[in-house]
Every structure is written in structure tokens, then in C-alpha cells.
């Protein structure tokens, strides 16, 4: 269980359409940039537009941090390459995809995965946005020690027949 969102940074997703060489699908669809802040442009503004691909503002959201999960965040800026999840799901409309979430968090990004037809795509993070889960995580990480669970023997009621047999 999450706790209260301590913190949330508002980000903007860029997403690519690019042409597929398949015959079961017309574009491929992928988030390949996060950044920090939200420009004025509408959602599903485009933004580039080459011969085999278009990229477009999908729009805003929130990265929320939980003090409960700054080990996770940890491990993601230690890994090397940091990275955002962006989770987009389809929408049968107009526009095709809705921006569901975006998240620092390794495990929930994961997760994500599970869901059907939802497309979801690690992006790095920029050094603004991990600047700030960096000093998220300064602020309020408090180091949990593994402690192993043993197990306890099993014990029989003997008292249920006056018998001793537990019967």
C-alpha cells in the first residue's frame, strides 16, 4: 500500500507515430521523452513532423513520490541510466491514446506492465526531474533493515478430547 503523496512533479510526455512495416498495424506508437514542466501547447500538438514519423505533445502528468518507496527511486538513480515509465492506453477515439501516469518507481512501472492493451515504455530521466527525486529521496529515505522471518513450529491443541490425541 502507497502512502500520501508527499511530493509531485509535473512533467510533459512527448510520443512518437511512426509508420509500422507490418501489415497488421498502419503506426507504431511510443512514448520517447518526459520533461519537466507543461508548455501551453494542447495535448496531441505535434511537434515534428518527418517522412516515417510525427512527434506529438501527449500531455501532462503528475510523478507522485512516496516517502514509503524512496528505496525503489534509489535503486533507479543508482542503476546507471535512470528512467521514467509513461504509461499511455488506448482510446478508441480521436486521439489514440490517454497519458494514464508516468512514475520513478521501478516495481510500479513493472506493474504496469501487466495491464492489457496499455503501452508502456521506460524513457530516460532528465537531470531536472532527478535532481528532484534525488532530493526527495535525501530528504526522506529512512534505511530498513532485512529481517528474516522464521518460521514457528506447529503446536496441536491436546486439550480437544481429554485424550491427548487432538481428536
Known sequence: MRSTTLESVPVGVVVERRRAKSVWAEFLWRPVSVFAGTPSAEPWTALD???????????????????????????????????????????????PYELLAVT??????????????????????????????????????????????????AEFDRQKDGQGNGT
Open 49 to 95: 513532423v518527418q517522412a516515417e514519423s510525427i512527434l506529438f505533445y501527449a500531455g501532462e502528468a503528475l510523478i507522485e513520490l512516496h516517502r514509503t518507496e524512496t528505496a525503489y527511486y534509489r535503486d533507479n538513480l543508482a542503476c546507471g541510466t535512470p528512467k521514467l515509465w509513461v504509461v499511455l492506453g488506448p482510446t478508441g477515439s480521436d486521439r
Open 104 to 153: 520513478a518507481d521501478p516495481a510500479q512501472g513493472e506493474a504496469f506492465t501487466d495491464a492489457g492493451n496499455n503501452i508502456v515504455e521506460a524513457v530516460p530521466m532528465p537531470q531536472d526531474i532527478l535532481a528532484i527525486v534525488g532530493q526527495f529521496i535525501a530528504t526522506h529515505h529512512v534505511e530498513r533493515p532485512f529481517i528474516k522471518r522464521r518460521r514457528q513450529p
